[in-house]
């Protein structure tokens, strides 16, 4: 009797050889299964109970014992991995307050998402942030969970109205050790407002300096000011350059992302020329990466190769939690501090704060990261 009807056998007794092609994936499948592939839970409680149960290896290393046989299993050891390396992780503080402000002439491109997530990691890992909200829009407020209705004192008063900061900034309720000063409607008309008023670039940096001098004498020194800016380069995104001494430049991984980069950096090098020598381009973070399209990778490598030294490392995933957070009035690092999204903006958020050690010094944290 013939044995064509009779099931195939497995070619291994780990696993079976896949002799199907798909060729609407344009890739082989992987050819053998070591075993089979845990379900997302099975592979999160063994990432969580498989570690310690290793003994004297180190922890972050046992992790690679899990089963990397499917992309899934692979991206839940991983961020086991990642979560581990950071836990309870206390950033260096800076020799002086980090004012940075956060620019994009283009709208949509993760200026506020990068804000709001990097300023409550910062806070989270021990540093005291400031958040300023200088977009009409108030994104970066409704996403700290800060009241900006129309009546709330604002960042409005303190431009137009050259009311102190301090009278405006807020508590963040979810996250301890982080500020903000909020953005109502009413911003909406500083733009033109602030074009009659006496200094206008630099009613900001005033407001700020003053600031800063009174929380020094007072409750502590600040360590990062984030700026959230509004998609143009009006009058309001002045005053945060005037206001700052570095730009954090989110840049969105797509096409037409480094359209009107140059007219940014020309901007950028018009108020150093001018009015602030001291502002620079110190940190541009890749945003909205997914690893499926080529383009990404294209426009990640472009760049890189442009800003060899600006680029942080962490590119920002493009990730479901990190867009349903801000209708949480919260960050993604609250919101879900276990996602592969809150996992970049706290290892972005690391390297922003390293950037301030010398050699000796980052060496010193490589080594800590290795160990734990
Ligand atoms: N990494 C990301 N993954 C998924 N959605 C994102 C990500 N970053 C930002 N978004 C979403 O994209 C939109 C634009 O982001 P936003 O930060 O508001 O940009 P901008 O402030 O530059 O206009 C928002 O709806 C935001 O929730
Ligand atoms: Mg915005």
Redesign the pocket.
């Known amino acids: 009797m013939s044995s064509s009807n009779e099931p195939s056998t497995p070619d291994t007794e780990a696993g079976y050889s896949m002799s199907v092609t798909r060729p609407w994936l344009g890739v082989e499948p992987t050819p053998t299964f070591r075993q089979p592939a845990p379900r997302p839970a099975e592979a999160r409680e063994a990432g969580a109970t498989t570690a310690p149960a290793t003994g004297s290896q180190p922890l972050v290393e046992s992790i690679s014992l899990l089963d990397d046989s499917t992309p899934l299993a692979l991206e839940v050891a991983e961020d086991t991995r990642r979560r581990i390396a950071l836990a309870g992780r206390r950033f260096p503080r800076p020799k002086q307050t980090r004012v940075l402000t956060v620019s994009?002439q283009?709208?949509?491109?993760?200026?506020?998402?990068?804000t709001v997530n990097m300023a409550a990691a910062l806070a989270q890992a021990g540093l005291r942030v400031l958040v300023l909200d200088i977009?009409p829009q108030g994104?970066a407020s409704t996403a700290l969970g800060i009241d900006h209705h129309a009546e709330v004192d604002s960042i409005y008063d303190v431009l137009v109205d050259s009311m102190p900061l301090k009278n405006v900034v807020q508590k963040c309720p979810d996250v301890d050790n982080l500020w903000c000063a909020p953005a109502t409607i009413d911003l909406a008309g500083a733009e033109i407002e602030l074009v009659s008023l006496v200094a206008r670039e630099s009613r900001l940096q005033k407001a700020v300096t003053k600031y800063l001098e009174e929380q020094e004498a007072g409750d502590g020194r600040l360590d990062y000011i984030l700026i959230?800016c509004p998609?143009s380069l009006g009058l309001l995104t002045v005053n945060a350059f005037v206001a700052a001494q570095e730009v954090l430049i989110?840049i969105q991984c797509e096409y037409y992302a480094l359209e009107g980069l140059s007219q940014l950096l020309r901007n950028v090098d018009l108020i150093k020329g001018h009015l602030n020598p001291r502002l620079h381009v110190s940190t541009i973070l890749l945003?909205?990466y997914d690893g499926r399209t080529r383009l990404s990778s294209q426009v990640a490598d472009e760049v890189r190769a442009h800003f060899t030294t600006e680029v942080l490392k962490t590119t920002?995933?493009?990730?479901?939690r990190?867009?349903e957070a801000?209708s949480h009035g919260q960050t993604v690092m609250t919101y879900d501090p276990a996602s592969s999204?809150a996992l970049s903006y706290l290892e972005a958020a690391r390297e922003l704060a390293e950037q301030v050690l010398d050699e000796s010094e980052r060496e010193q944290s490589n080594a800590a990261t290795d160990r734990s």
């Open positions: 994009n283009k709208g949509g491109v993760g200026k506020t998402t990068t977009d994104n959230d998609p989110p945003t909205m920002v995933p493009r990730s479901v990190i867009s801000p999204g």
